[in-house]
């Protein structure tokens, strides 16, 4: 089993940066990819970004590409997504999520563990 803590979230104002991290713990975590997501409030839950287990592989929504970066650090058991340039679109709560293979992957359902979540709230 793993556990998923998001930290990291909070009100900025447009144009502004926040890291979001999320350490795991149980399972190795050099074994899984990893992936972040988010919900805006009446929306459904969208893939942002992912990385693969080694942290070579990455892919991103293209509404975030050029701002947003996706990075893990194995010897931490911790993802980073460092979000720059942030916009009010950007507001949601976004979570991390453990896939169950070593490939990066953009289907929620290929994710089988999660994290509780963190708000990120951008004003205009």
């Known amino acids: 089993q793993v556990q998923l803590v998001e930290s990291g979230g909070g009100l900025v104002q447009a144009g502004d940066s926040l890291r979001l991290s999320c350490v795991a713990s149980?399972?190795?975590?050099?074994?899984?990819?990893m992936g972040w997501f988010r919900q805006a409030p009446g929306k459904e839950r969208e893939f942002v970004s992912t990385?693969?287990?080694?942290?070579?592989?990455?892919y991103y929504k293209d509404s975030v590409k050029g701002r947003f970066t996706i990075s893990r650090d194995n010897a931490k058991n911790t993802v980073y997504l460092q979000m720059n340039s942030l916009k009010p679109e950007d507001t949601a709560v976004y979570y991390c999520?453990?896939?169950?293979?070593?490939?990066?992957?953009?289907?929620?359902?290929?994710?089988?563990?999660w994290g509780q979540g963190t708000q990120v709230t951008v004003s205009s």
């Open positions: 999520a453990g896939a169950d293979g070593t490939f990066r992957e953009t289907l929620a359902s290929r994710y089988k563990y």
């Open positions: 149980g399972r190795t975590f050099g074994s899984y990819a």
């Open positions: 990385i693969s287990s080694s942290g070579i592989h990455t």
